[in-house]
């Protein structure tokens, strides 16, 4: 089973400001998916993270606000930014889905 | 595309006893069914999933469930519960060909009292 790893765990930010969130997968995978949890609710995908390539975002969710790196096989970033408090949410990373592992998630809090 | 409908968004139940959560999707195109767990402020454990193969899935915990292609169905089972089964379970469908993205369902919140 594969390992996902996610930095950080948990984060209160100002509004305004960015944050990057880091997912290391323990293995090489062709697809990485970022989803967002939004409090109470279940769980929307942002975007799918392909290696040397631009994301592909999911309807509602634009590059601007969302910017994604995959700089290779075991590694990516999503960063949330000009935040606000509606973007408080949990934000989690997965690999290729027949796996579908999930890291255990950035808890992010915006004040 | 695929959608996932989870008809209870809350179950209580005492503890010892039997639960079905239910789970019903849609798909022009084969799929992949997955359950996950939430257990309060922590990420997403699988429990289970279906790919192809025996329609009846055994998963950790002694959760199982059975994939009904008739019915569009996957259903998540157990016959007796812990309340440290107390948590929120989501069911999720991919289209089962390559690599496709998790469609979710709302959720169930499985409450197990004493």
């Known amino acids: 089973s594969a390992v996902i790893s996610q930095k950080p765990s948990r984060d209160i930010c100002q509004r305004g400001t960015s944050l990057t969130i880091q997912c290391q997968v323990d293995?090489?995978?062709?697809?990485m998916f970022w989803y967002r949890q939004q409090p109470g609710q279940s769980l929307t995908l942002i975007a799918t993270?392909?290696?040397?390539?631009?994301?592909?975002?999911e309807s509602g969710f634009v590059i601007d606000k969302f910017p994604i790196s995959r700089p290779n096989l075991t590694f990516s970033t999503l960063t949330v930014s000009n935040m606000s408090p509606e973007d408080s949410s949990i934000y989690l990373c997965?690999?290729?889905?027949?796996?579908?592992?999930f890291g255990q998630g950035t808890r992010l809090t915006v004040v | 595309a695929q959608s996932v409908t989870q008809l209870d968004s809350q179950v209580p139940v005492f503890e010892e006893a039997p639960v079905e959560l239910r789970c019903n999707y849609s798909s022009s195109v084969s799929v992949y069914l997955f359950w996950y767990v939430q257990y309060p402020n922590q990420g997403l454990q699988l429990l289970l999933k279906y790919l192809s193969g025996s329609t009846l899935v055994k998963g950790i915990n002694g959760f199982e469930a059975e994939f009904n292609k008739s019915q569009t169905s996957f259903h998540l089972r157990k016959p007796s519960v812990h309340i440290s089964d107390t948590a929120e379970y989501f069911c999720a469908v991919s289209a089962g060909t390559g690599f496709q993205k998790l469609v979710f369902g709302t959720g169930t919140r499985l409450l197990v009292s004493p």
């Open positions: 997965s690999e290729e889905n027949t796996e579908a592992f």
């Open positions: 993270a392909n290696q040397g390539s631009e994301a592909t975002y």
């Open positions: 293995s090489q995978v062709t697809m």
